[in-house]
């Protein structure tokens, strides 16, 4: 199955990245997701579980929940236990305790598409579909692409008690449920006061405006065009509804056996994963 939906090789003999080196706790839990999967809507939700007094600020919650390769070795080591540290690392093995996120891929490349965009990188009009090559090559971020993240995550822990998979689409349709399991997971129980108010501050109309008054400052919208929000349209079946007809059969063709097992549908009937060399080796 892992042979299957993502290049061992790649994530095995990959190069240290700073972050990798953090020194995990047994109690430490992860946020983890492929880049503009909804991991800043969770990281939001889950810093006003961790805080419910004052509101949390998309600055604050950045020190929350800090992310593993944006500080430094003595701000981790002064944080008190148990941690929550947010991650786009593929499979690292010291991970005992995960929240994973996944989001349809189709609409992943549309939000990676105009986040880039937004920070000058694409020019306004650029082509999608070219967008799409370099979104299957892992090109578009430094976390390489959607199937070897959301692959080596769910092919080795998806059955650990320790690791909570978490579907963007589902915590759309239901986010207060999907907020009580966040909840239970971090030890905090069915507290329904606790969550509902994590829920009313992480809504898309508060976010934005959190945004309005830190975005300037915020690492992920400073330097960035101000016109665009970071929280766009928080909607599922956008990339279905968007991308050229060739684009989503690419996207399906290099993926559509992992997205079936994560519960997406794809438009062809018997879609064949593309491997990498390397992984046709294995």
Not at 117 to 130: I, P, T, Y
Not at 153 to 158: E, F, L
Not at 229 to 252: C, D, H, P, V, Y
Request: positive net charge; charged residues 25%.
């Amino acid at each position: 199955m892992f042979k299957q939906f993502v290049s061992a090789a790649k994530i095995l003999t990959r190069r240290a990245e700073p972050g990798m080196s953090l020194k995990v706790r047994s109690d430490d839990t992860f946020l983890v997701s492929y880049p503009k999967s909804g991991n800043t809507w969770m990281r939001f939700l889950i810093a006003n579980l961790l805080q419910p007094d004052p509101p949390v600020g998309l600055l604050e919650a950045d020190c929350l929940i800090p992310s593993v390769d944006a500080k430094s070795k003595k701000f981790f080591d002064d944080m008190k236990s148990p941690r929550v540290i947010k991650s786009h690392f593929s499979f690292i093995p010291a991970y005992k305790r995960v929240i994973y996120v996944v989001r349809d891929p189709r609409d992943v490349v549309m939000s990676q598409y105009h986040y880039q965009v937004k920070r000058g990188v694409l020019e306004q009009g650029s082509s999608l579909d070219a967008f799409v090559g370099r979104f299957l090559k892992g090109e578009v971020c430094p976390y390489g692409s959607w199937g070897d993240n959301v692959g080596s995550w769910t092919a080795t822990r998806r059955d650990d008690p320790n690791f909570l998979l978490l579907r963007y689409e589902d915590m759309l349709a239901d986010v207060t449920s999907g907020a009580a399991k966040i909840s239970n997971f971090l030890g905090f129980g069915q507290d329904a006061s606790r969550i509902a108010t994590a829920v009313e501050r992480s809504s898309l109309e508060n976010m934005r405006k959190v945004e309005k008054a830190e975005g300037k400052k915020w690492d992920s919208t400073k330097g960035t065009r101000q016109d665009m929000s970071f929280f766009r349209s928080a909607k599922s079946g956008e990339g279905r509804a968007t991308l050229s007809r060739e684009s989503i059969e690419r996207i399906e063709k290099a993926w559509g056996p992992l997205m079936q097992s994560v519960g997406y549908a794809v438009s062809s009937p018997n879609p064949v994963a593309s491997l990498s060399p390397a992984a046709m080796h294995l």
